[in-house]
């Protein structure tokens, strides 16, 4: 079974420019997660899809982050414009069940984003 | 509100030897889910254990072991004979036993490195 996959795994862009990352999630998982790691601090939510409808956007830091996850498969984050503070790790997840609780949480290796 | 702290941010041991890695967190629910997760330096983050708040058994994989105590607020992860392969960055986190709670809260990560 094919883990969480995310592309690119990098990206230099510069301030004011628009990225748009892309998770693919584990076969089958209703739950995709967007979390992101800005350097020595700690992983944070960004917000969760229950198919390709948006559950918890309560991490999104602004409107220049958008996200969407049509047909419930593939999901993509864009950042628009990118801002010096966008640098970091933007990692995705899946789990299994709508509804689950306490459920796994299954990672990918995540986009490294830098924004100069 | 919920958080994890992982107060070590860098531990170096020599291969054999054991290392603890603490992990206290912070919560007023009463039920919850602990994780420990690895990112070598691959990037993934690949889980490692998943436990319940009602659960308080120590837990033993090879090498790993799982200390849960929940008078302390602590889920500390042992090596015991490190190896090389076990250098990566370690994440503790917390998720909430509650429906539409699906956010993990993470510690900022302890970096193990096992020296040959």
């Known amino acids: 079974e094919a883990g969480v996959t995310q592309f690119p795994s990098h990206s230099v862009i510069e301030k004011g420019q628009t990225v748009t990352l892309r998770c693919d999630p584990i076969?089958?998982?209703?739950?995709l997660y967007w979390y992101r790691r800005v350097m020595g601090k700690e992983i944070k939510f960004l917000l969760h899809f229950v198919k390709e409808s948006k559950q918890d956007e309560s991490g999104m830091p602004n409107n220049r982050f958008l996200a969407e996850r049509t047909g419930g498969t593939y999901s993509t984050l864009k950042v628009q414009p990118a801002e010096l503070e966008d640098s970091g790790v933007y990692f995705c997840a899946s789990s299994r069940l709508a509804g689950g609780r306490g459920e796994t949480q299954y990672f990918g290796p995540g986009t490294r984003l830098l924004v100069l | 509100a919920q958080k994890v702290t992982q107060a070590q941010t860098e531990i170096s041991v020599v291969e054999k030897e054991d290392v603890t890695l603490d992990c206290v967190y912070e919560t007023r629910d009463t039920t919850y889910y602990l994780f420990w997760y690895k990112q070598p330096p691959s990037g993934e983050l690949v889980f490692l254990i998943r436990?319940?708040?009602?659960?308080?058994q120590n837990e033993i994989s090879g090498r790993y072991s799982w200390n849960f105590q929940k008078s302390t607020s602590s889920f500390n992860f042992t090596i015991t004979a490190s190896q090389v392969v076990d250098s990566a960055v370690y994440f503790c986190a917390l998720i909430l036993d509650q429906t539409g709670a699906n956010n993990l809260f993470f510690g900022t990560g302890t970096r193990l490195t096992v020296i040959p």
């Open positions: 076969s089958g998982h209703d739950n």
């Open positions: 436990r319940n708040s009602f659960d308080e």
